[in-house]
């Protein structure tokens, strides 16, 4: 299998998740690791901004694009490291949306094997576009997790932002700690790809078990699906 990883929203986080299925792989010599094919294209449409301005259409063709790319350069799964993108899935191209590994998916699978409350940390546009509730299968969860309140999540969002351009903000640490705190959660839902920038450190902090990381969860994973190793095409996809 080789892996796709539609990135750049943001470009940090995407970079990160690539170094994470790296930092997994279980292979002695760098011959035998993971093929991945990564394209990092920041110019991506604002999520959050289609989602609450009903100007979704330019994304759509835009994701389109470059899934197809992937595709076409031999990407056999695809992870599109954005939450909030996972709201425009239902319209794309069928044969496109195929091989997508939902963020979403993973987190739902991750906490039906987890005890205890979580609280979802994401971006406004994911929240207001029911990303998570309208999958298949939240319900099966819906009553372990909770939410921040309005000012809670805008902090939260304004936060995350900061982190697409900054990276790992000690801050962002600080703000998990307190609001898992202050919900009476038992850990936290990591519902935005940029908090896989400091997903290690929030696992050293707060137990592993306590923090649900999607992109973690799929790094981890990828390596007994049967990942091509790099040898057999050593070239990495790097579309703007």
Known sequence: MVLGVLGGMGPLASAAFVNT????????REQDMARVLLDSAPACPDR???????????????????LGRLV???ADSVVIACFTAHHFLPRLDPRLRAPVRSLIGQAISTLRER??????????????????PRDPGWAEVASRVGWPDEADQRAVHDMLYRMKRHGPLREA???VRTLRSRYGCTGVVLGCTELHLVSQ???????????????????RSLHGSGLAPARTDPRLLVAH
């Open 201 to 219: 450190e929030l696992c050293d902090l707060l137990g592993e078990a306590n923090v649900v990381d999607p992109l973690r969860e799929i790094a």
């Open 21 to 28: 299925v790296y930092r997994f792989d279980p292979a002695d």
């Open 48 to 66: 959050t901004e289609a989602i609450l301005n009903g100007t979704g259409a330019e994304l759509v063709y835009w994701l389109d694009e470059h």
């Open 115 to 132: 005890d205890g409350r979580y609280l979802l940390l994401c971006t406004v546009g994911a929240r207001r576009a029911t990303v998570f």
């Open 173 to 175: 640490v600080d703000m």
């Open 72 to 74: 076409d350069a031999g």
